[in-house]
């Protein structure tokens, strides 16, 4: 009887890490299923970013539009000046 309460609290130890335990592979086990998540995010995020930046360029821009009727300009670009009291 005089070793109850040093038994009761083996016990309740013992049940504390055994849940203890519990908790910790349950966490490891949402770490792991988060981190194949950001892995599957990650992929995708490089596969958009490459198709952007092949559908902007200008090639590609070029021949997209070609169906609206639109063409490059073979002229470069006009500077335009205008004085301070002109306007």
Do not use: C, W
Request: net charge neutral.
């Amino acid at each position: 009887m005089q070793h109850l309460p040093k038994i009761i609290f083996v016990m309740a130890l013992g049940l504390f890490y055994i849940g203890n335990t519990h908790y910790a592979e349950k966490t490891v086990r949402k770490i792991n299923h988060v981190q194949a998540e950001v892995e599957d995010l990650r992929a995708d995020y490089t596969t958009m970013k490459s198709d952007l930046m092949f559908a902007s360029k200008q090639s590609e821009v070029a021949r997209k539009v070609k169906a609206f009727g639109l063409e490059e300009s073979l002229e470069p670009p006009h500077k335009i000046v205008v004085e301070k009291g002109e306007y």
